[in-house]
């Protein structure tokens, strides 16, 4: 073989590698979302910081540090967000009472017993560490499903199937309150539970 055979042969074509596409706008928002609650849902607020939720996210610190002041600001956007966090109360159409209010108690439990969902047991848990952080956390978790509940109870109310003066937004809240307790009790809400909530607590209130 020639010499100029030999140094063709070593000659390889150039690696070529291609960047990792830079996320922008809602992708990279969401990620970051993702990222928060799933090493919430891993560790502790304690632990999480914007370093470790930049590595998950597969983004720098320095993007976070722009957009949230503290991991606090950061969670409970991450739990508001629509898509990643904790989806809005569905809106139920069964055309009785009581089946809309298990529609509306069935979606919370099944929220909180998804990874988005279980993300909140370290706050929840350690509440009395971070009682701000808990109370806000609190109430935007229940405030969607008991607005929801409310105006479905006023909705009966107009047709006379529930008492005007039952009509109140302290039963609405008992209903997610209940959930989220037993939540906290059991680790989950089967759906037999939502229905024993809904017949044994929220239907005497409302029509006693």
Request: charged share 25%.
């Amino acid at each position: 073989m020639s010499r100029s055979s030999a140094t063709r042969s070593k000659v390889r074509a150039p690696v070529t590698t291609e960047r990792p596409t830079r996320r922008r706008g809602t992708e990279l928002t969401q990620a970051i979302y993702e990222a928060t609650l799933r090493e919430l849902a891993d560790t502790s607020f304690e632990e999480l910081s914007f370093e470790s939720v930049a590595s998950a996210a597969g983004t720098g610190k320095s993007v976070l540090y722009r957009r949230w002041n503290t991991t606090a600001e950061l969670v409970l956007a991450a739990l508001k967000d629509c898509e990643v966090g904790l989806a809005k109360p569905v809106v139920p159409d069964t055309g009785t009472l009581r089946g809309d209010l298990i529609v509306i108690l069935s979606t919370l439990a099944q929220v909180l017993d998804e990874p988005r969902g279980r993300a909140l047991w370290p706050l929840l848990i350690q509440r009395a560490r971070h009682p701000e952080l808990f109370h806000q956390i609190m109430d935007q978790v229940s405030r969607p499903h008991r607005i929801a509940l409310f105006e479905c109870i006023r909705g009966f109310a107009d047709q006379g199937e529930v008492s005007p003066a039952r009509a109140t937004e302290r039963i609405a809240a008992a209903g997610p309150r209940l959930i989220i307790a037993e939540c906290l009790e059991t680790g989950s809400v089967a759906y037999d539970d939502v229905v024993s909530i809904v017949d044994e607590v929220l239907l005497p209130l409302l029509t006693s």
